[in-house]
C-alpha cells in the first residue's frame, strides 16, 4: 500500500511542476506577442485615452481623427486594457485587465475575454464567447459564436474555431487550423489542421 501512495504523491508534484511551468511561461512570454507577425507593432491606446475621447456616431473618436473605437455602453471594462484603432467590443461582453486588443478586433455580445490576453489584429469573435487569460488569439483568426477557450491557450494566425467549440487550457492550435463545430480539444493538446 505504500508504494501506491507514494506513486500519488509523485503524480501530484508532476502536476505541481507542470502548473508552474505554465505559469511561468505565461508570465515570461507576452512581448513576443505584441508584435504583429510582420514585426511592426500596432498603435495601442489604453483604456483611460479611449474612454476620454468623444463619442461620435456610437463610437470614442481620437479627437485627430486617427483613431475609432466601438465600445458599447453595456460593455465591462478594466480599468487597464489596450486597444488598437477599429475595435467593437459587443453589449454585455467583458475583458480583463491588461488584456490587449490589436487594431480591427470585433467580441461579439455576452462574450469574456481573460486578463493578460491577447487578441492579434483582423480577429473576430462571436456571441458568447469565452477566452481564458493569458490566451494569445493570432491574426485573422475566427472563433464562432459558443466557444469556449481555456487559460493559457495558444491560437495561431488564421485558425477557425467552430461554433460551441471547446479548448482545453494550456493547448495550442496551429495557423491555418481549424477546430470544428462542438469539437473539443483536452487541456495541453495541439491541434495542428
Known sequence: MFPRNLSKVGQMKRSIVVLLALLLFSACSKDKYLTNPDGSTPVLY???????WPV?????????????IYL???AKLPKDFSAGDGVRVGARSSIGEDAVLFPNVTLGDDSSIGRDAI???????????SIGGDTVVGQGTTIEDGARIGKWVKIGSSASIGSGAEIGGAASVGDGATVAKDQRVPQGERVNK
Open 46 to 52: 489604453p483604456e483611460r485615452t479611449v474612454l476620454a
Open 56 to 68: 461620435v456616431d456610437g463610437a470614442h473618436q481620437d479627437p485627430s481623427g486617427k483613431a475609432r
Open 72 to 74: 458599447d455602453p453595456t
Open 119 to 129: 487578441v492579434q489584429s483582423g480577429v473576430k469573435i462571436g456571441n458568447k464567447v
